[in-house]
């Protein structure tokens, strides 16, 4: 393809298409420490506070962000660190889904086929394949497919919907990686740079007795602190125990500080709204209705597990007696 | 024979009279993880493979296995251990259903209602999840209950995530009505017939309701004045307006649309649960068989060892009965064996059993025998 088919703009705005790959092998460039410093940039802003979208609506500007998605990919790739892989994930989806909620049906379809996603539309409503729609759907109750229309393998969803399964579409496969051995002194002097500006407080600081948690809050804590993210509701559950359980908004701030899309203001946001309406912990069954229930405790609700432990624990402790009485 | 027969192996050995005679055959069997078990352990030891279904009947003939089980999913290296280097690829989509009962002997009523169960399934995966009947398979698992496989190349891929989103839309887990409900322009926006999935689901169920006059005024009473708003009623669910319904339950005479939507989701909570299993297909199948992506299940056509019945392939499930149409051995040939406990009286293969009294020898059809006798409620003498 001539360099001046591409249309600069669009793939800008979606740099992770095969089309945009094309472009960038088109350009035959040699990779220089600038395309790398741009690549940094991009990590920067990503890790920072999220991407913003293009300001400069000009030739030169598209082409320079498609290089520094490129490049970002090439330093992620060397960076063995999946917080940083699956922050740089959700930052370049949130921005791909600012494109994608102003684009007509047609830009999206041709979008959607990257991920294999087809779809058709009837008065504005959108229909897609059952599959590829719990294959990408947001892990959010509004998203469950109990709530959703369905039938005969279809579902029926809004555009802005749609847009919102693209970007969980975009944000899984921007998590994965492929395996690059090339790694600069360049890259490797990037690499090291970038990674001050990461938190570096670990969770073991402060003092939390992990005995007394559920397992399901022990598995919650346990992806947030390997920066695996953990659905809305299942950070509501997290948040809702934590603050049952007497911990500071600080003490809270610091586990969730590892989530890949953590954000100081809206987490504390988040804490103080959840203590002002002194919400109660969700019950086993609403946990297990959102797959966060993860082990059969035999008790109601994560916040009588202690309880209901000891309990075992004491009826147990029974039969062993009653064992050795009989042997 | 002696009076000491082993049953373990005895029985082992009328399987392998079994397997000597019928061909097994496992689709992708080169991809599967297969488990084996004994007389007291259903899976004894598992990460087996095949590479084609030949070696398998070979293993069955010679070993007479009691259960034979595997994966749903598909694997690069089935056979290799742990799990993670297994290297997954995909799974079938299957489900379990288990009939629950007490006893020990297996309860065709018990079956029949799963069956009933089991058209409702087949009839979701139909209608809701676009899979034709030709990639459902159904087998019976040789005891209390069905499994049902889905092979479809679409739903292989599917991770935990989205199976458990199929299980809690087929069993309705989770439903919250408040979700389908709105205020706007002054009136409560609700499920229309029209819809699709369970508002669509939702506003037929009441629109049956309400057309059925005993059970409309079971749950709606005088308060509704039936015959004269009727046909608003049903007007509404039509075009998704619920004010007018929401009105009429409200106990307030000033109405108050969000207190009036909030009354109206109480009561509606209350018809889906005494309604519960006519209405919202609540077909209760275990929810961790169909989740695990690497759950292994009785292979079909196999001969189950709690029961000596064929896990059988059910091509008319309407016409299907366990214990006529799985038999794996002799109504005619007969064995003697000794009553270990009291057997009521059963019906089995074609024929009625009387009440089968502790420590008699009694001479049963050699199906029946070794049906008692995997339950380890007989042994075989000669």
Redesign the interface.
Known sequence: MNRNEFNLEFLSHYPFLAEAKKYVDSLKLELDDSILELGKKRLEEGIASGLKPIVELNEESFKNSILAYAASRLILSNWKNIYIRQRMAIAESKLARHYLSTENFENLKTIAEEFKISFSVEKDLVYIDVVSYLKYAPKDIHYKLLFIPLKEGKVKLTKDQLTRVLEEAIRARLEVLAPVSLASNKIQQIIKELSSSIPKHRIDQIKINSQDFPPCIKKLIAQLSSSINVSHYGRVALAIYLIKAGYSNEQIQKIFSFAPDYNFETTNYQIEFIRKKNYNMFSCATMDSLGLCIADCKCSNPSLFRRKLHLFNAQKSVLAEDEEYVK | MSNNIEMPVWLSQKFKEYYSKNFIEIDQIEKREFGFGTYDKKIEYRHVSFSSNKDFNTKLAQDGPLYVSYSAAYYASPAARPMQKKEWLGADLVFDLDAHQDSILISPEELEKLKSKLFLLIDILE?????SKTKIKINFSGSRGFHLRVFDE??K???R??R???V??ID?????LS??FYIENKNIVGPKLS??????KLASTLYSILSDESKASKYFGKALELEKFKQKYLDGLKNGNWTFLAAKLSKSPTLNLSNAAKNLIEKLQLILEREGPNIFSKVDTDANVTVDTSKLLRAENTLHGGSGLIAKTIFDLAGFEPLKDSLAFSMKKTLTVQVLSDIPAYEFGNMSFEKLEKQKKVELPEAYAIYLACKKLVLVVE
């Open positions: 209608n809701d999840f676009g899979i679409d739903f891929t599917l991770g995530y989205a458990k989103e199929i809690d839309y309705a887990i989770g439903l919250d979700k389908f819809d699709w999935g369970y508002s669509g």
